[in-house]
């Protein structure tokens, strides 16, 4: 048995072979497995198998690529349904060839990684193993743990993606000390903190610098999501600036016993910035296995939660006051990074603040795919084109006009609770918001799997504007709960 950096020599001819027009045989092994801290699994809880399938949209990529197989595993199969509505999306000329070319190897087991229950199911492997067939093949990851790297050694696969020994790289204090070196602002703030007195500290060094701080946020090193974060307000509610002692007492009554336990292990204080403007915008970077870094996209994330710090969608592109700064910022992280040894797909996660004008601050780095990644997929595979840096567009190659999109994984109405998948996909049909391949715009769906848990799914809406895409999305929507009420879609 070969071991990962062994593994690894080989993943740039697979790699090479992975790009539009390719004839050459070879397989992608999509292992969309949450490998993640338990708080962050917890966040999720039976949902695992819906986010899975968000990443099916990636048969997609088949159309373009003849010559690639996708071996896609997951702990649910996702139902036959909504394997020929993404089929549908595609020029009926390619649709028998995507489908002879797509694979579903299903990996059950108890809620957690999918790639921990395939390492207890040998038959699964040992099918991924004869699908592969000696040909040229790579795993395409969610993100790289343990797990996935013993997957990998069981099938003799490379990984497109950054070694777990690299792992703290992403997490918040390295991140932080990343950005400096980078050049590229951060918030106010301090790595390495472990408990109450360190945060107490940096607090106080916050205050000094900026008396008029009105929140910090405390934040485990390895979490994402927004579990790990913790939001403490430094006044009361006229206005005024907790003394030091009260706060300390604030503080320690907001920390659980299990987040002190956690922080233990490391954590980052920050000033919650703000500004008559907020907005919470990411760029996605992909390393190449030689280390060539490329700016993917620009987003303004969309966060929920109690105190909004819960990712639950995003619009695309970012917004063009500062889309060019954040494409120049996560360039230079990604530079950094692919020194360090990082490959595959990245994003950094930035806040902006209007102050007169916008400022941008530099948060965090993930390691992995994300909730940008499944949106921007269905773009690039549905609507051909290239990303302009400095602008934010997305230029179609057949006509050279621009698209933009909204996506939410969280559109949900317990209503919608036990709707088959096909009905929701007609429901959306019927409204005229499918997606057109002659105008390259309308509705996708996906995690349509969720609905028989909690009436959840989520969509990405493609249009010509920002507003459009918003439209589309609202309006689908409104005909998903039409047809779930008995109404006309």
Known sequence: MHTLDQLQTRLGEVWSLNQPGCTAAHVVVALPSFSLAPS???HYGPRLGPLEHRYLVSMLMLAHIPGCELVFVCSEDPGEEVIEYYAGLLPPAVRRSVLERLHIVTAPGPPGP????????PAALARIAELVGGRPAMIEPWNVTASEVAVAEQLGLPINGTSPELWPIGFK?????VFHEAGVPTPLGREDVHDLAEISSAVARIRRTHPQARAIVVKHDNSGAGDGNLVIDLQDAHGNAVPRAALRRRIDRAMPEWYRVDLQAGGVVEELVSGSAFTSPSAQVDITPAGGVQVLSTHEQVL????GQVYSGCHFPANRAYTGLLAAHAQAVGERLAERGARGRLAVDFVA?????WKVFAIEVNLRKGGTTHPFTVLRHLVPGHFEPATGDWVATADGTTRCYTSTDSLMDPAWTGLAPATVIDAVRRAGLEFDRETGTGVVLHMLSGLAIDGRCGLTAIARSGSEARDMATHAGAAITARAVGGPA
């Open 173 to 177: 204090s390295a991140g932080r000390k």
């Open 40 to 42: 962050i699994l917890a």
């Open 114 to 121: 999918v790639a921990t229950a395939l390492l207890d199911n």
């Open 353 to 357: 603040i209007l102050r007169r004008r």
């Open 304 to 307: 929920g939660g109690e105190r």
